[in-house]
């Protein structure tokens, strides 16, 4: 049976989406894509370079010493925020007013803006009237974040990991009120150890809302900006030079639109390649072996 | 091996419950025996399920002790006791293959892996999940998982005692049948006491030896089908049991007659002295539409009807009439002549049932 009626007038119900789409993502990411393979002079001189910025941006050692930085650090933050947000989602109140009172104390570091974020830590650090900075200098440590590159480093994770987990704890959290009683209950009539239940029990809950907090997570610290700069400026040195501030260093500061432009897309192609191998391997892990033997 | 016992067991699920109704369990004592095939049943919230808790220790109950072979289990967990129960949704362990989830609890228990693989292949075998073993639990259909969550009860060497609460609630109806049979072939095979909860008549009497009817958080008739249909001890388990149920007159004794509203009714001799000599004002004659004698002409011991309808439902009809302003069923057999809009029903003596106060009174005939 073929009742479909031919009627090209509906594509123009399309259109709207198209126009959309187009002046919010295609027109854009083209004008990167064309500038990539520009050499910029002025606006009437510019000189077709093909893949040679590619090129230069990959081999630039300043850039891969960026992208290293960036890699260890969103692999730090997940390997501290996912089981740590886990964790706390755990052992939160399940109901009460102590549920909501704890909902609203973890949701609060998630409402302050980035930049915020970044002088509030920045405050805090300070030898002289930052809490946390004058308490370890009271106490002994060595402790500089503007010269120890280690300092630095370590006080960016923390702040990351503050400013997100409770993120990821929600996100948890909202997982594990959705497992019904009876999982518990059939667990403890097959007399499952605390380590069981959560291992079979909980945790294969939790994948859907994993999968989502760590891909947000990966993305968000992969683009990390505003923090690292307010608190550190990049340093001591290039030390927590990321990628995103090498990047606006090099499109603003020196105004090297077509370099940028170059490292705008690889920079955009690994994050979502990275995401894409990502998902695909979760999803992949739930479905069943292929029966051995060709069988 | 065991017997459960329910001693002086109430159950409130308020901390300080005030009056009867907070009560979800009222004051009950009874026995389940060794090796038994009983059906739990009623309405819903009327107590089932938490009874079923109770007994599997999920529950603490508020009053009363819950024996196994004599031994007072009420503090003991659920892992202590030697049961296993099926819960309404099937249970599954999602990233667990068939086997590993039947293996689950006697891996729990340390079981040597030299013994658990055999055991779980016989279970497997029984329950005809053989073929799915390497599979991941988690893209079963529902009524292999409700398969694999018996089997995780049927694997344990220790379970003495397996508790369903509704396990066929998610199930097809022509797998329901099925797997209702594989329940008992279970029960014939294992000698293990079943406890089935249900709210279906016709699931809980071709499952169970004997029925515990519950209404209101108290089992008010336990017995066979049979009984139940026949006897019902109470006027719920009359409009409970059988399609359709009971058929109530509330009566009263006047000028030596007994009375339905301005309509005397002929009974027996003994009902009558019962009626005559009863204290409440709560009397209820109860008869089941199968035994009633519905003809167009009057004998001496029968009364005029007004038909309604006549619903013909294949192996029989239904007669809805209205005797004295209220609606009666009567079952009409296959080939009954057709009856008119006035009619005469004749309700069979030694069938009709007598409550007092709800309950059944044993008039002493039939």
Known sequence: MNNKIPNNRAWLLVLPMLVLVAFSAIIPLMTVVNYSVQ???????????GTEWF????????????????????????????????????????????????LIL????????????????????????????????????????????????????????????PLVAMLCYSGLRSIPEAYYQAARIDRASKWAVFRYIQLPKLTNVLVIAVLLRFMHSFMIYAEP???????????????????????IGQQDLGPSAAFSLIYFLVILLVSWVFYTTIMNMQKDKPPHGGA | MAEITLKGLAHSYEKTPQSAADYAIRQMDHVWHQGGAYALLGPSGCGKSTLLNIISG?????????????????????????????????????????????????????????????????????????????RKAKNLTADEKQK???????????VTAILFDEPLTVIDPQLKWKLRRKLKEIHE?????????????????????????????QVVQFGTPRELFERPAHTFVGYFIGSPGM????????????????????????????????????????????????????????????????????????????????????????????????????????????????????????
């Open chain 2, 148 to 158: 694999v969550s018996m089997g995780r009860g049927l694997v344990r060497d220790d």
């Open chain 2, 247 to 366: 058929n109530f007159m509330a009566v009263d004794y006047q000028d030596d007659q007994v009375m339905f509203g301005a309509q005397p009714l002929p009974v027996s001799e003994p009902i009558k002295r019962a009626v005559a000599s009863a204290s409440s004002n709560n009397i209820k004659l109860g008869i089941r539409p199968e035994f009633m004698a519905i003809s167009s002409s009057q004998t001496t011991d029968s009364v005029p009807i007004q038909v309604v309808s006549v619903q013909d439902l294949g192996t029989y009809s239904l007669l809805t009439f209205k005797l004295n302003g209220q609606t009666f069923k009567a079952r009409l057999l296959e080939g009954h002549p057709p009856v008119g809009e006035t009619a005469f029903a004749h309700f069979n003596p030694d069938k009709v049932a007598l409550y007092i106060d709800e309950y059944l009174v044993e008039t002493g005939h039939e």
């Open chain 1, 39 to 49: 050499d910029v002079l002025g606006p009437n001189a510019t000189f077709f370079t």
């Open chain 2, 189 to 217: 095979r294992f000698n293990i006491t079943m406890i089935y909860v249900t709210h279906d008549q016709l699931e809980a009497s071709t499952f169970a030896d004997k029925i515990a009817v519950m209404y209101d958080g």
């Open chain 1, 229 to 251: 700069f307010v608190l550190t400026g990049g340093g001591p040195g290039s030390s927590t030079t990321f990628l995103s501030q090498s990047l606006t260093t090099m499109a």
């Open chain 1, 55 to 102: 090129k230069s941006t990959l081999n630039d050692p300043a850039l891969q010493a960026a992208f290293l930085r960036q890699i260890s650090f969103s692999l730090i933050i997940l390997a501290i925020q996912i089981p740590l947000g886990i964790g706390i989602a755990l052992i939160m109140p399940k109901r009460g007013w102590q549920a909501s009172a704890v």
């Open chain 1, 106 to 165: 973890i949701t609060l570091p998630l409402l302050i803006p980035w930049n915020v974020v970044g002088s509030i830590w920045q405050i805090f650090t300070r030898g002289d009237i930052g809490l946390m900075g004058w308490g370890l200098r009271e106490l002994g440590v060595n402790y500089n974040l503007t010269r120890n590159a280690g300092d630095a480093w370590v006080t960016i994770i923390l702040m990351d990991v503050w400013h997100w987990t």
């Open chain 2, 58 to 134: 999920l529950l603490e109950p508020s009053d009363g002790d819950v024996l196994f072979d004599g031994q007072r289990v009420n503090e003991l967990p659920p892992e202590e006791r030697n049961i296993a129960q099926v819960f309404q949704f099937p249970v599954i362990y999602d990233t667990m293959t068939v086997f590993d989830n039947l293996a689950f609890p006697l891996r729990n228990m340390n079981t040597p892996e030299y013994r658990v693989k055999p055991k779980v292949l016989e279970v497997a075998d029984i329950l005809d999940l053989t073929p799915l073993l390497d």
